[in-house]
Every structure is written in structure tokens, then in C-alpha cells.
């Protein structure tokens, strides 16, 4: 059973590209979660999103970020125009469906983006 | 809002030394508590969940309690060697799904 896949590992962009990142959760799992590390900090919540809903996306930026889970394929979470300040560790967990509140979260190896 | 403190931000200790870390949250509405183990350039790896109605969990040497009355986490680690050297997170888990996390306490262990 493989982990939460996120890929691509490391991305580097200029300023003003775009960024996808994207997430496969574990297998059975439909609950996905983003965060971002940024250097020297805590890891911050982004987004939590269910298959084809966002469920609480309190902790992201109103312009330039969007994700979504579409019924197939992976999460994505989308940087658009990146600046510098976008520069960081995103990383994306998972938690079955049937414990949303209680189950385990299981994080994958992050993206590593790099803004030029 | 719930924020959650980790104290110390960085320990360093002798291989072979018992150790505690400790972890403090303002709300105690929680559901579950989670430990991870985060190495430089890596992902969080899961070590210890504790459900809102459990006082400790263990995983070989790794013991973690819980008082959410208090608002109070440890995470004890026995007979530490060079290979637990990483930085160690604790989150919790208000309604609502989302985990929050503390700073980190940042553990090397020298041989």
C-alpha cells in the first residue's frame, strides 16, 4: 500500500510562472490536506479538501492559490504568478473517509518549490 | 484560536539519555493529538496518535501522554541514539479536520 505520493519532489519557477503541485493520497483515503512549510517556520494549514469538495480552505491566500480533488486523478494545489515569497514546502496528507475527525494523518515527502 | 507551544526549541543531549518533550495547547476541545518525526528535507512520518480519550500511547521507546484538561503533551524517549537526531512535531485536532501543529523541538543526539 503505497504512502501519499506528491510529486513533483523539488519544482523551480521565475517569477510570474505558475505552479501545480500535485497529491495522490493513500489508497481508500478521500480526505486530502495541503500545508506549507515556509524556511525557519511551522508547517501551516492550507486547504482541506473531500473528492470534488473544498471543505476548509481558511488558510489560503484569497489571490494566486486554488486546489482541487476531482473525482479522478490527484489533488492539485495551483500557485499562480508566483513570487519569491512563495518559496517553500508544500506538503499533503491524507485520512480515510470513514474516521474524518479522529483518524491518522499520513503526509507525503513534500514539493519543494523554488522561486527564482 | 487554538495554538499550540513546543518547548524546548532545541535539545541537545548525550546518545543513551532518557528525554521528555513537551507540548502545550489553549483549547483543549480536542480530538486527537499526533506526534511526528520530521528529518531535514523530508516529510512528517506519523509516530503517535492519542485519541481525546486516551491518557499515553507507546511505540517501542517512544511514550506519549496526553492531560487535555491541562492542555499538556509529552513525548518520552528512552535510551536515545544518534538516529533519533530530528526535529519533532506535535499536533492537534480540533473539530473541523484540520491538524495544528507547534514549532517543532529540534533533537540531536550526540554519540
Known amino acids: 500500500n503505497a504512502g501519499v505520493m506528491q510529486n513533483p519532489r523539488h519544482l523551480v519557477r521565475r517569477r510570474g510562472q505558475e505552479a501545480r503541485l500535485r497529491c495522490s493520497p493513500m489508497?481508500?483515503?478521500?480526505?486530502v490536506y495541503w500545508y506549507r512549510q515556509l524556511p525557519e517556520e511551522g508547517l501551516k494549514f492550507m486547504v482541506y479538501l473531500q473528492k470534488e469538495n473544498i471543505i476548509d480552505e481558511s488558510g489560503m491566500p484569497k489571490e494566486r492559490f486554488s486546489a482541487e480533488f476531482p473525482k479522478e486523478g490527484p489533488s492539485i494545489l495551483r500557485i499562480q504568478q508566483v513570487v519569491r515569497g512563495d518559496s517553500a514546502a508544500y506538503f499533503c496528507a491524507s485520512s480515510p473517509f470513514e474516521r474524518p475527525n479522529t483518524g491518522e494523518l499520513f503526509f507525503g515527502e513534500g514539493s519543494r518549490l523554488t522561486v527564482l | 484560536k487554538q495554538e499550540v507551544t513546543q518547548i524546548p526549541a532545541a535539545l541537545s543531549v548525550p546518545e543513551g539519555e532518557n528525554l521528555v518533550l513537551n507540548c502545550s495547547f489553549t483549547d483543549s476541545a480536542i480530538y486527537n493529538l499526533q506526534w511526528f518525526r520530521q528529518d531535514p528535507g523530508k516529510g512528517l512520518t506519523s509516530l503517535l496518535l492519542?485519541?481525546?480519550?486516551?491518557r499515553e500511547q507507546t511505540s517501542g521507546r517512544l511514550n506519549a501522554s496526553l492531560d487535555k484538561s491541562s492542555g499538556r503533551s509529552t513525548l518520552y524517549i528512552a535510551a536515545s541514539q544518534p538516529g533519533d537526531s530530528a526535529t519533532y512535531l506535535c499536533?492537534?485536532?480540533?473539530?473541523?479536520?484540520?491538524?495544528?501543529f507547534g514549532q517543532g523541538t529540534e533533537l540531536s543526539v550526540k554519540p
Open positions: 489508497k481508500g483515503h478521500s480526505h
Open positions: 499536533a492537534v485536532r480540533p473539530a473541523g479536520g484540520k491538524l495544528i
Open positions: 492519542i485519541q481525546s480519550s486516551q
